[in-house]
């Protein structure tokens, strides 16, 4: 497993952007694929976003297609997911995991290891 640390979130207006990061200590964090996934309060996780372990394959779903950006930076073992035109639905505890695999997968069950999760709030 993977030790994550997500920062990043915040209160913001519908419209505002903000950016995710996914901090790793692990050298190793280049040999994981990572993905984001939210749960807003009362619902169901789901997947947000995910890339592969060189950066070079990235998958969203259709929720946030266009407006996010999954992005890695292997050298500071980080993940950054960049949200533009948040709305209120997209309020929710953000949270990056990783998986000891070349594939992204939209299945929580998929990844071990798992964040504590950040806090987004995007009032109307």
């Known amino acids: 497993q993977v030790q994550l640390i997500e920062s990043g979130g915040r209160l913001v207006q519908t419209g505002d952007s903000l950016r995710l990061s996914c901090a790793s200590s692990?050298?190793?964090?280049?040999?994981?694929?990572v993905s984001w996934f939210r749960q807003a309060p009362e619902g169901e996780r789901e997947f947000v976003a995910g890339i592969s372990r060189d950066g070079h394959s990235t998958d969203y779903s259709n929720a946030v297609k266009g407006r996010f950006t999954i992005t890695r930076d292997n050298t500071r073992n980080t993940a950054y997911l960049q949200m533009n035109s948040l709305n209120p639905d997209d309020t929710a505890v953000y949270s990056c995991?990783?998986?000891?695999?070349?594939?992204?997968?939209?299945?929580?069950?998929?990844?071990?290891?798992w964040g504590q999760g950040t806090q987004v709030t995007v009032s109307s």
């Open positions: 995991a990783a998986r000891d695999s070349q594939y992204i997968s939209s299945n929580p069950d998929a990844y071990r290891s």
């Open positions: 692990e050298r190793t964090f280049g040999d994981w694929t």
